[in-house]
């Protein structure tokens, strides 16, 4: 990916703003992941999809340069044993990977600034598919 940014106040999704000096490309690449989560799960469970996914990220900050599990790992344990019979959460978990992965080849992108856009956009907006009924995966 090449990457011909200056400072970026390019709004993203409207009027949402690109995290801290984010280069526009990759808030572009990351929006749709983005909205996947929040149309996919009911606005309580996407907001603490969104936390716990941050507070995964920070868990891997903390241990940087330590013997340690990773990202997904420490997600799919601070989501609990309740988490991923749906499709929906399915969607929520393969969207979260994407974000990452995307982030992850941005040199100057920041996961936590990408967190905490979704974090705020369920918060302030809600989901796209209110009282959207879970489909168990292999139904």
């Known amino acids: 990916m090449t990457q011909t940014c200056e400072p970026a106040t390019t709004p993203v999704l409207g009027d949402q703003v690109v995290p801290d000096g984010e280069c526009p490309e990759v808030a572009s690449l990351v929006a749709p992941y983005l909205r996947i989560i929040r149309s996919a799960l009911p606005p309580a469970e996407a907001e603490r999809f ?33 988490w991923g019979g749906t499709l929906a959460h399915a969607s929520a ?26 974090l705020r956009l369920v918060r302030e907006l809600g989901t796209g598919a209110p009282g959207r009924a879970p489909l168990t995966v292999g139904a």
């Not at 941050?54 to 044993?81: I, K, P, T, V």
């Open 50 to 82: 969104f936390a716990e996914a941050l507070d995964a990220h920070e868990e891997e900050r903390r241990r940087d340069g330590a013997l340690q599990l990773g990202f997904s790992a420490y997600l799919w344990d601070g989501l609990g044993d309740g």
């Open 93 to 118: 978990w393969e969207a979260m990977q994407a974000v990452r992965h995307l982030v992850r080849k941005a040199p100057r992108a920041d996961l936590g600034a990408y967190l905490r856009l979704g």
